[in-house]
């Protein structure tokens, strides 16, 4: 980790992968790239996040880069890729980002393969990625954005402790109508006295 002269995480100086009993939270690089246009081409993956996958895998390279690799080089947040301790394969991604460092908070996200749902792997990933957010980088607070019909993820964030907070609506436009998300957030001492 990176501190400023007041002890405050500024940055990375490692990428940090995570373990837990089950899974590897790891960096992804451009050998990533057909997982990622596999993926995120994926109907049942991009229903939920609002926007269209990659067209081909010149733009899944271009865009792995961009929103996992260049958030993490230039300290906005990590991606982290998922993969089940017995295979190198990527199963899913989770990470954070809109990271305030001064305000201590972070917007996190995550998705996963539907072969792999329903197995408590999503919630012991992030489970492994809060514990590092309130931990090492000093976060006190995460919040989450997702699509009130997206039951599974709202699932796993009220299982992790997450509070909704409220109705943003319209605040997402996609495919030329405006879509309401949940707003969903979780601070540091609820995590701590669970």
């Known amino acids: 980790m990176k501190y400023d ?15 837990t009993k089950r899974l590897v939270l790891r960096q992804m690089s451009t050998n990533d790239a057909d997982f990622y246009f596999r993926h995120f081409s994926d109907p049942d993956i991009v229903e939920f ?32 890729g998922i993969t089940k301790k017995e295979s190198p394969e990527l199963i899913g991604t989770c990470g954070f980002y809109k990271w305030g ?27 492994a990625m809060i514990d590092f957010l309130f931990g090492p980088v000093q976060l006190n607070r995460l919040e989450a954005f997702t699509d009130p019909r997206n039951e599974g993820s709202n699932r796993v964030l009220q299982k992790l402790g997450f509070k909704r907070e409220g109705v943003l609506r319209d605040y997402t436009y996609f495919h030329g109508r405006f879509l309401d998300d949940h707003l969903y957030a979780l601070l540091k001492r609820d995590w701590e006295n669970r």
């Open 5 to 19: 002269e007041e002890g405050n995480v500024v940055g990375f100086h490692e990428f940090p992968q995570l373990e």
């Open 101 to 127: 460092k001064l305000v201590r908070r972070a917007e996190i996200g995550n998705d996963l393969a539907p072969d792999f749902r329903r197995q408590g792997i999503m919630t012991e990933a992030l489970t």
């Open 49 to 80: 996040h609002a926007f269209d996958g990659p067209e081909n895998i010149d733009i899944a390279k271009k865009e792995l880069k961009e929103y996992c690799l260049d958030i993490f080089v230039n300290d906005m947040g990590i991606r982290w």
